[in-house]
Structure formats: C-alpha cells, structure tokens
C-alpha cells in the first residue's frame, strides 16, 4: 500500500504536466504570440533603487488611481520572491510596471526602505482601485514576512477573474444579437458561418463559454487573452527560480543563469500584468462604445470594475471553481452515476489544477492597433451525434443481455453467474409481476375489485391470484429491481456520442480517462463504442474533441 501510493502521485502529477504542455503547444500552433499594444516602462525595486527614483514613483503613484497586481514564488524554495504591480497610466503616456524582488531589499533599518514601505502605502491608499487575475488578499498574505507593507489595505480590490466569465457572456449574447440584427436587415443576403478554427483544436467561444457560465467556472488568463483577442500568453515559465536577482545590475547576480533567462522571466511577469490590463481596457472601451445615447457612462476604470464586481457579486465565491472547464464537470464523489459494466471497476478522474503560465520579451513599444474580433462562430454537430438516441439496438442490447445491478448494489462473481438464469426467471414470470402497479408497493392491500376472483372461493383461487394477495418475495423485488435497473441504465444514454471501437473495455476507459471524459456509462455493441454523457454541453464538447479513430 505503501509503495503504490507514490507512484499514483507522480502518475497523477506526470499527466497533470502533459495536459498543460498540450494546451500550450496547441495554443502556440493555432495563435501568434501575445504582444501588449500599449508601450510601459519597467523599474527594479530592490537595494538599488535611489532616493531620486523613489521620489519619482511616489509621485506618479499620489496621481494615479489604478493598480495591477500579480506575484511569484521561487518554484525550489517555495517562498515568495517577486510582486509586479504595474501603474496604469492614461494615453499616450507609459504605464509603469514595478517588479518588486523581495529576496534583495535593501536593509530593514534603512532609508530606502523606508522609502519603498511609504510607496505601498500610498499605492494601498483609501480610494484607489487594486486589480488582480484572482483573490489579491491571498496573494499578498504570502509576502508579510518581509514587512514592507501592512495587510490593513483600505483600497478597492477587484478580483477581475471572477468579473470576467460574467461579462464575456453578456459580451457573447451582445455579438450574437448584433449579427443577428445584421443578418435579418437584409432577407436577400445568405451568410455562411464556419469556425475560424479547428473546433478540436480550439472550442468555439459561445460553447466554452456555455459550459463555465453552467458550472461557475473562472477563466484562466490565458484562455481570456486566446478568447478575446486570439492571441498566445505562455504560461511556461510560471515555476521558475523567481528567487534569483533579475536586475542584473545587483553585485550577488548569479552567474548560473543567462542574460536571456532572465529576460525571459522579465518578460513573462511583465507580460501578466500587461495582458490583464489589456483585458481591462478592452472590456471598458467596448462598454463606453455600446453605452445607449441617454444613458450616463462611467467613465472612470475604476468605478466601471466596481460596478462589474457589485453585478457579478451573486455567485457564491465557495461555489466559483477555477479547474479547467472539462475537469470541473466531473464529479466522482459518487459512483451511482458512474457505472460501468465491468464488474468491480470504478474511473477516478483526478481534478487538474489551473493551466500554468509564461512570457516572450522585454520593454519595448507597440504600436499594434486594437482589433475586435467577431464571435458569432457556429460548428455543426455530426449527424452521428444528432441521432443518437434513435439507435435502438442499444435498447435491444441491454434488455437481453445486460444483466449488471442497480446502482446501490455490488455484483459480486458468484452473482454474475446466475445472471442468464435470472434472466430466464424474468421471462416465466412477466405474467404474475404485470398484475402489480409498477408505483404502488401497496398493492397488497388493496381489496380486488374483479368480479371473477370475488366470485371465487379460497380453495379455487389459483396460484396467480394467491400470489397477488401476498407481498412481493425477495425473488419478485430482486426481478422488479433488476428491471428498474435496466430502465435507469438506458436513460444514461439519453446524450452520448458513439465511435467505431476496436480494443477492449478497460482500454476503453483508460483512454477516457487520459481525456477526462466524464462518461455515465460506456458499452460495446459489435464493433460500435456508445458513450452516455450527463447533458447536452458535454454531448456537443466530445463530439468535436475526440477524434473518430481514437479507439481504432
């Protein structure tokens, strides 16, 4: 027991890897690589900042009011070692992006750091807006052991996550009646629809969409940034040695990492920042744009986040889950809804965490024009999907040959056995059971109105009518059970998608289980794999993912 546990672990963590390697190098194939469009200036704070620059920062930041946050933990260590924050500055001017290296402040006792404690303050002050991919608060906590700032922050805290998945559904529903406007304007016109790309490579928005709005899933950041502006943000560079110094000015500069290391962990703590005010930006723009003529627009970032989070505020944040959208569809916590016909074997399909992250170069301008992006894409269903549920030998299968319990008992070997006898029992014995309403397990006690049994004494009652005036058996519930059985197992078929199969059960299960599929139930019937689903969105989400050779 000992010895398996481990290798479960590194199995689980080694397919967790896996994953996000295939997410970042499907997203690499399909986008070019994230650019910010606004151009930003970077500062080191560390034991060599200067008096002159801290100076220069404080009074930047007394005339700002919006702050992004993002931090890093050095992956080894595990300690906390790096806080972005980028200082949002108003057209044409630079915004500032700080990158606070926590191993390398300059002496406690010290001036400078004095000063830098009184540049948080005045960043924290009443009244400004903190921004953050995520809860803040908790980010921060990690960092209070260096005691450069206090955890009493009076500023408004906008967890734009959790603003994001709300707001890109209204975005979604806005296109759609936009296009549609569009479409009917002109009853003449035909418009051919088709994905911009591959729909198994990369989900159409509205159906993604569909299915974390469902579930009270969170968007990661670089999935908001793929969706929104079809743009790549690595995440590989998330576990890195952010405990290095960065600034390679400073006298301890480790000579076992390159110049282009460091420029790359640069560019990607830099690059989350600026992709979340790119974010930002975005969704306030288009607000300002489609705001009705009478209306009065708010004008300022701030106060329009806050107004998201105060209308977005209605789902639970116990209830928010932020796995990816596939993984938090699942729910292995009961295996009622989880059977399988071969005996004794139940799939665990372990929860992933977030999609980590990564970034591409460092400080320069870009002078790249916004573009939005037209979301009305729609796919086709196959029409192997579409009549699922007409494939009616499925039924004919289950009704004669499977004959595995109902979901709240356990077929055992020895039970298994006697399974084609009771199946023949069943049979015998149709006529007596269909004298019993299926919904009434009173029927006992009911006087029989037949005038033709009424008529009859005891002694002439034949069997058949004797049987009705006792209880069931244990022979007649268990037959009863097995039907009811039979008749839930086929409802979990009622979504599904179906694919040629030519390899057994168990390494039809393993191969779901690599792509978390959430099946009911699957079977086998001739060379045909039938795969029950829990509802519509996962029928459509399959569909499109698993390819059609996959168990060939």
Not at 92 to 107: D, K
Request: aromatic share 10%; charged share 20%; net charge negative.
């Amino acid at each position: 027991m000992s010895n398996a546990q481990p290798s479960s672990t590194n199995s689980y963590v080694t397919d967790r890897f896996t994953k996000k390697d295939d997410k970042e190098h499907r997203y690499e194939q399909i986008f070019p690589p994230y650019h910010p469009n606004k151009p930003y200036v970077l500062h080191f704070v560390n034991s060599l900042i200067t008096e002159q620059e801290l100076k220069h920062l404080c009074t930047v930041i007394n005339n700002t009011m919006d702050f992004i946050f993002d931090t890093e933990s050095d992956y080894h260590t595990k300690m906390p070692a790096l806080i972005q924050i980028l200082i949002v500055q108003p057209d044409p001017q630079p915004s500032l992006l700080l990158l606070i290296e926590t191993n390398h402040l300059p002496n406690s006792s010290s001036s400078l750091f004095l000063g830098i404690q009184h540049l948080l303050h005045a960043i924290t002050r009443t009244g400004t807006y903190l921004y953050a991919w995520g809860s803040l608060l908790d980010e921060l906590e990690r960092f209070k052991i260096y005691q450069f700032f206090s955890m009493s922050i009076s500023s408004h805290i906008i967890n734009v996550q959790r603003v994001f998945t709300g707001w890109f559904n209204e975005y979604l529903n806005e296109q759609s009646r936009n296009n549609n406007n569009n479409t009917t304007a002109d009853d003449n016109s035909l418009v051919l629809k088709a994905p911009e790309f591959d729909p198994e490579l990369f989900l159409p928005p509205a159906m993604i969409n569909r299915l974390k709005v469902m579930n009270n899933q969170l968007w990661s950041l670089q999935d908001a940034i793929a969706y929104l502006f079809y743009q790549y943000l690595s995440k590989r560079d998330t576990l890195r040695s952010w405990s290095i110094d960065l600034d390679k000015r400073l006298s301890s500069c480790n000579k076992n990492f390159s110049l282009n290391y460091r420029r790359r962990l640069i560019t990607y703590a830099s690059f989350d920042c600026l992709s979340l005010m790119n974010i930002m930006l975005f969704m306030h723009e288009n607000y300002l744009s489609n705001c009705p003529v009478n209306d009065q627009p708010i004008e300022s970032l701030g106060k329009y986040f806050f107004y998201l989070s105060s209308k977005f505020s209605s789902v639970s944040p116990a209830r928010v889950k932020s796995r990816p959208v596939v993984e938090i569809l699942l729910s292995d916590e009961s295996d009622d809804s989880m059977t399988v016909h071969d005996l004794n074997e139940r799939h665990q399909i372990p929860f992933e965490t977030p999609v980590n992250q990564q970034p591409s170069t460092i400080i320069h301008q870009h002078h790249e024009s916004d573009q939005i992006y037209n979301f009305n894409v729609t796919y086709q269903v196959s029409d192997e999907s579409r009549s699922f549920n007409q494939h009616y030998h499925i039924t004919e299968y289950y009704e004669i040959t499977d004959l595995t319990p109902s979901d709240t008992q356990c077929l055992t070997t020895a039970q298994a056995s006697t399974d084609h006898q009771l199946f023949n029992e069943i049979n015998v014995h149709d006529q007596i059971d269909n004298h019993f309403n299926p919904n009434d397990n009173h029927q006992d006690m009911e006087p029989n109105h037949d005038p033709q049994v009424t008529n009859l004494n005891n002694n002439d009652v034949p069997p058949l009518i004797q049987t009705k005036r006792k209880r069931r058996s244990s022979a007649s519930q268990k037959r009863r059970n097995q039907r009811s059985s039979l008749r839930h197992r086929k409802n979990r078929y009622n979504f599904g998608i179906s694919r040629t199969v030519n390899t057994t059960i168990t390494n039809v299960k393993r191969i779901l289980r690599s792509h978390a599929v959430p099946y009911q139930n699957v079977n086998i019937v001739k060379s045909k794999l039938y795969i029950g689903l829990k509802s519509k969105d996962l029928e459509q989400y399959f569909e499109q993912l698993l390819p059609l050779d996959i168990f060939l």
